[in-house]
């Protein structure tokens, strides 16, 4: 490598570096806080106090409000048209439920379609609690009917430990 190729590698490390500095650091800057959408702050809060208490089906641990997938966007949109629309808050909830199910709310309603969101842990539990109880019941007949060696069945054993050791040597 001749001198000049030299200067030029690493006038090109200290290029590279500064040339990330000077263009792609600034754009963090630039960055903000997502201002809100709507343009009566009343209507924000409301839209916030609802997305609260609605789950969002693709995250699912999640509410509505703090989800960011393209469904959550597509509710809140949803839900301010319809806040815009002068639509009470339970017509709203009632219509996100027509349209994905009882699912959609964190506290669903007691009845007979929800009775295994809402007993389906305890089912599991007692059924788990009954297999343990079963289970520990049977193994402590079984322990208890085993008899202890009579001692002529403990000298056949030895004889026949003895036999096998003396096949062994």
């Known amino acids: 490598m001749n001198r000049q190729n030299i200067y030029y590698m690493l006038r090109l490390k200290w290029v ?3 040339l990330f500095v ?9 960055a903000q806080e997502a201002r809100s959408v709507a ?6 809060e409301r839209l916030i106090a609802l997305t609260e208490d609605l789950r969002c089906l693709v995250c699912q641990n999640e ?24 639509k009470t808050d339970s017509e709203i ?8 199910g009882d699912f959609v ?17 305890l089912i599991l539990f007692l059924l788990g609690l009954g297999t343990l109880i079963f289970y520990l019941r049977q193994r402590r ?6 008899k202890p060696l009579t001692e002529a069945e403990r000298k056949q054993a030895e004889a026949l430990l003895n036999e096998n050791k003396g096949n062994d040597a």
């Open 141 to 146: 007949t079984l322990v208890e009917e085993e």
């Open 93 to 100: 909830i009632e219509f996100l439920v027509e349209r994905y």
């Open 22 to 30: 000077v263009f792609l650091l600034p754009s963090s800057g630039w």
């Open 63 to 86: 509410t509505i409000a703090e989800s960011r997938a393209d469904f959550s966007n597509d509710m809140r949109r949803e839900i301010r048209e319809q806040i815009q629309a002068n």
């Open 39 to 44: 343009e009566d702050p009343e209507a924000e």
């Open 16 to 18: 590279m570096p500064l």
């Open 105 to 121: 709310l964190y506290d669903p309603p007691f009845k007979p379609t929800t009775f295994l969101l809402w007993f389906g842990p």
